[in-house]
């Protein structure tokens, strides 16, 4: 099992920026695919992107489409969350999640055995 820490969450305004980090506690994330999700008051929990386990493949919910970038350190200590343009409607707890293997859709929640508890991201309008 492996014990996954958030960083980097906080209050910014409209149109701002917020970098998320994940890493993994005792040991990096090599050959871990790494998903990160989102859930705002009252809504269930959503996919927000995903990187593979070689790193060579990333997705992303249309909803943050060319807004955000998932990226892994050089070290593949930890995997990043970059949020540029930040709206009102991307305040949420965000979650990391890591796998070792896909066996369902990179999209499912279900498709990751271990999570992190999350970093609330508050964006102001």
């Known amino acids: 099992q492996v014990q996954l820490v958030e960083s980097g969450g906080g209050l910014v305004q409209a149109g701002g920026s917020l970098r998320l980090s994940c890493a993994a506690s005792?040991?990096?994330?090599?050959?871990?695919?790494v998903g990160w999700f989102r859930q705002a008051p009252g809504k269930e929990r959503e996919f927000v992107a995903a990187v593979s386990l070689s790193g060579g493949i990333t997705y992303y919910a249309d909803s943050v489409k060319g807004r955000f970038t998932i990226s892994r350190d050089n070290a593949q200590i930890t995997v990043a969350l970059q949020m540029n343009s930040l709206k009102p409607d991307d305040t949420a707890v965000y979650y990391c999640a890591a796998t070792d293997h896909y066996a369902g859709s990179y999209y499912l929640g279900s498709s990751y055995g271990d999570w992190g508890r999350g970093t609330q991201v508050t964006v102001s309008s």
């Open positions: 005792g040991r990096t994330l090599y050959r871990y695919g």
